[in-house]
C-alpha cells in the first residue's frame, strides 16, 4: 500500500506540511525533510520552485524566488532526495506547477519519483481532462498519487469528478484566495468544511491555505481528516533555523 494511503488510515488527525526545496538555503532540503518527521509531522509536501506560481502568496514566491536564485532544479532536488527513504518513512509529496515537469519529461519525472520513494504529486495546473486522458497510465505506473484541489467555489458535480479519479486525499482549499492571505476561519468557511464532509466522498480530505497555529488547525479539522501548513512554515524558516523545528511543530498540535 502506498505510504500515503497507509497514513490515512490512521486514527488521528494528520498534520502535512509544505516547505519550497531549496529554501533558506539551498542544501536546506534533507535536513528541513528529517527535522519534521523527527518532530512528528505525518506528510511532507516538497515545493519545487517555480517562477511563476500562480496559487502562491508572496511568502511562498519569495521562497521559491530564493531558492531558484540559490540555484535549485528539478534535477538538483532529485540528486538531493536520493538517499531519502534511509532516514524519513513518512510519505513524501511532491509539489510544483506542470512547466517544470513537461520541460524534464513526464515519464521520467515519475521515474525518479518511484526510484527515491516519493509517494504521489500536487500539481494545482493540471487539469482533470487532461490527466485523466494523457498522462494517468504513467503515473500509475510508477505508483505515484496525484492529488486534486478543490475550492470553495468548485461544483458538486466536479467534485464527484475528482473523488472518482482520486486514489489517496483531496486537497480542500479553504478559499478562492492565494496561500497565505488567511486571517483564520469564518462561519461561511466552517459551514464549506461540513458541507464537503457531508458529502462522504470516498477520499478524505486535508485542508490548506490559512493554517497558521493550533486554532486554525483544530478548526480545519473538526470535519477532515487533516490539515496542510506551508506560509506559516516558510515565515517559520526565514526568520528562525532549521534546527529549531520542533518550536514551529509545538505551535501546532
Known amino acids: 500500500m502506498n505510504r500515503i494511503n497507509k497514513t490515512l488510515l ?14 533558506p538555503n539551498l542544501n536546506d532540503t534533507v535536513s528541513i525533510i528529517e527535522g519534521l518527521e523527527q518532530n512528528g509531522v ?3 509536501e516538497i515545493g519545487l520552485p517555480f517562477s511563476d ?3 502562491d502568496g508572496p511568502t511562498i514566491q519569495e521562497s521559491s524566488t530564493q531558492a531558484i536564485a540559490n540555484g535549485m532544479t528539478t534535477s538538483l532536488l532529485f ?6 527513504r534511509q532516514t524519513v518513512t513518512i510519505p513524501l509529496i511532491i509539489m510544483g506547477y506542470f512547466n517544470p515537469m513537461m520541460q524534464f519529461g513526464i515519464a521520467k519525472f515519475c521515474q525518479k519519483c518511484a526510484a527515491i520513494g516519493i509517494d504521489g504529486v500536487i500539481i494545482p495546473d493540471l487539469p482533470l481532462y487532461v490527466y485523466e486522458n494523457e498522462y494517468k497510465t504513467i ?11 478543490i475550492t470553495p467555489q468548485t461544483s458538486n458535480e466536479r467534485i464527484a469528478q475528482i473523488d472518482a479519479i482520486s486514489d489517496s486525499f483531496i486537497y480542500m482549499v479553504s478559499s478562492a484566495a492565494i496561500t497565505g492571505s488567511q486571517a483564520g476561519f469564518g462561519s461561511e ?11 462522504n466522498l470516498k477520499n478524505p480530505q486535508l485542508v490548506g491555505f490559512g493554517i497558521k497555529d493550533n486554532e486554525t488547525f ?13 506560509s506559516a512554515f516558510i515565515k517559520f524558516l526565514k526568520e528562525n533555523p ?10 501546532i498540535l
Not at 218 to 229: D, E, N, P
Open 10 to 23: 490512521q486514527d488521528k488527525k494528520l498534520l502535512s506540511i509544505y516547505f519550497t526545496a531549496g529554501f
Open 42 to 44: 505525518d506528510m511532507i
Open 53 to 55: 506560481p500562480l496559487a
Open 79 to 84: 540528486e538531493q532526495l536520493a538517499n531519502i
Open 139 to 149: 503515473f500509475e505506473q510508477y505508483g505515484l498519487k496525484n492529488i486534486f484541489l
Open 189 to 199: 468557511q466552517m459551514d464549506y468544511f461540513k458541507r464537503i464532509a457531508d458529502l
Open 218 to 230: 483544530s478548526q480545519a479539522t473538526k470535519h477532515q481528516k487533516g490539515a496542510i501548513i506551508g
Open 242 to 251: 532549521v534546527s529549531s523545528i520542533q518550536k514551529f511543530i509545538k505551535s
